[in-house]
């Protein structure tokens, strides 16, 4: 007796299968790294504000000159140390030429002993920094809740009408809020970045230097984790 099959059947099935394992997935969007990492830390900071302050030194070093970008004080031995007009606030800077007597100071500030034009400025000294919040997770999932709906409705059609498995499933949905993530940030999330540190900088748009920090955004699946 021949036996009969039934695609119709073996399909709802492999669909009902499919679509159970994919709702037991969660999908976290976000800096993947392990946690405490400098990277996880550097998102934070950013995404929620933070005020800095110097751990062992007495001032953070805060740098001026693209030179001093990523370096620290100690790296350089002609520093000379100038104190600020503001309390708490100085700088360390390279003498240029020998100093012009009876000029007035402008721009950064420094005591009125020192004309600015006859510096290299390196680094201002302060005792405590604040990072503006600028949130780009959070923020991106506020504003694209319609884009993500419309991802996961793809996810499901592609299980039912497409054959896709739960995990081409997750990894279409993990994709798209990942770009769209990465989207969000190339608005330049306001406030812009201050004159400080535009001077170490040519990137106008916030949360972007080095594009470390974009190209971190990614996905990760954690299966078996339901709702």
Request: net charge positive; glycine share 8%.
């Amino acid at each position: 007796m021949k036996k009969l099959s039934d695609p119709f059947r073996e399909d709802m099935a492999r669909i009902k299968r499919e679509l159970e394992k994919l709702h037991g997935c969660k999908i976290h969007v976000g800096i993947m790294g392990d946690a405490g990492s400098r990277i996880l830390t550097i998102a934070g900071v950013h995404e929620y504000g933070a005020t800095i302050r110097p751990s062992q030194a007495k001032n953070l070093a805060i740098p001026l000159d693209k030179e001093a970008k990523g370096k620290s004080p100690s790296a350089f031995n002609d520093l000379e140390w100038i104190p600020g007009h503001d309390p708490g606030v100085s700088f360390l800077a390279r003498k240029k030429r020998r100093r012009a007597k009876n000029k007035k100071s402008e721009g950064l500030s420094p005591s009125s002993d020192y004309n600015p034009d006859d510096y290299t400025w390196m680094y201002m000294l302060v005792k405590s920094v604040t990072i503006p919040e600028r949130s780009f997770i959070r923020g991106s999932y506020d504003n694209g809740k319609d884009a993500i709906e419309d991802f996961c409705k793809e996810a499901v059609d592609g299980i039912i009408r497409k054959g896709w498995t739960a995990e081409m499933a997750a990894e279409h949905i993990g994709k798209n809020a990942a770009y769209m993530t990465r989207q969000y940030m190339n608005k330049s999330i306001p406030p812009p970045k201050s004159d400080i540190t535009m001077r170490t900088t040519n990137q106008y748009q916030t949360l972007y230097d080095t594009g470390e920090l974009v190209g971190s955004i990614w996905f990760d699946p954690e299966w078996g984790a339901g709702l």
